[in-house]
């Protein structure tokens, strides 16, 4: 009963680094997700995929890239790391059809120094 | 622009001592409006969807409602259990299930 697993949980990067954050649904979701939850700011949609193959931007996406190449992972990579990063990073997931409820993982803490 | 305001943005209260959370909302046409709690470290976890109007739902000792503006999550003889922070989401007409997150209030419940 996994539901979204992200990796890893926490991650120290220097500027100008690369790093993937993992993330993998066992829903059989559709709908994929990643958010930024800065404090006192909410949670900001960076990019989202509608199914295998299709990913689009949502409102924050500068820094970041996707990709998904099956239902199960949808990783985010951050290329040339800045310190603007630094960030709690959610990934969600939702079956896509109808008003159905987004499913959060626990999240991965990324510092950049 | 479409908006979503949660308030207060924290609140303390002693066990036992019913409260409410407003959400208020201006959008071009809303979907279904979500509640979730967020512990310290964790991911949002769902709790409610509230889709018109007029609806209520409760879960043991909250219950959330919705009108044209706002919702409101009312919290019934809180417990110590219940701090963490709830936060507001909406889901606009054409959005392609993209949320629109509030802030998020902060609750504190003392024993």
């Known amino acids: 009963n996994a539901g979204v697993t992200q990796t890893p949980k926490f991650r120290i990067l220097k500027i100008g680094q690369s790093m993937t954050l993992q993330c993998t649904q066992d829903?059989?979701?559709?709908?994929m997700y990643w958010y930024r939850q800065d404090p006192g700011m909410g949670l900001k949609l960076i990019y989202y995929?509608?199914?295998?193959?299709?990913?689009d931007k949502g409102e924050v996406p500068n820094g970041y890239n996707v990709s998904r190449s099956t239902t199960e992972d949808f990783p985010l990579r951050l290329e040339l790391a800045a310190p603007s990063q630094t960030s709690v990073y959610f990934c969600?997931?939702?079956?896509?059809?109808?008003?159905?409820?987004?499913?959060f993982g626990d999240g991965t803490r990324l510092s950049i120094l | 622009e479409d908006q979503v305001t949660q308030s207060p943005e924290a609140l303390r209260l002693q066990e036992g001592e019913s409260s409410s959370l407003n959400c208020s909302y201006t959008?071009?046409?809303?979907?279904?409006l979500f509640w979730y709690r967020q512990d310290p470290g964790k991911g949002p976890e769902f709790l409610f969807t509230?889709?018109?109007a007029g609806e209520e739902k409760e879960k043991e000792r909250l219950k959330a409602t919705l009108t044209k503006k706002e919702s409101f999550l009312h919290i019934t003889a809180p417990k110590p259990e219940d701090s963490a922070t709830y936060l507001c989401?909406?889901?606009?007409?054409?959005?392609?299930?993209?949320?629109?997150f509030g802030k998020g209030i902060t609750l504190s419940v003392r024993p």
């Open positions: 969600a997931s939702s079956p896509g059809t109808g008003v159905q409820p987004q499913h």
């Open positions: 829903m059989n979701h559709n709908y």
């Open positions: 995929s509608v199914g295998a193959g299709i990913t």
């Open positions: 959008v071009s046409g809303l979907r279904g």
């Open positions: 509230l889709y018109s």
């Open positions: 989401a909406v889901l606009i007409t054409g959005a392609n299930s993209k949320l629109t």
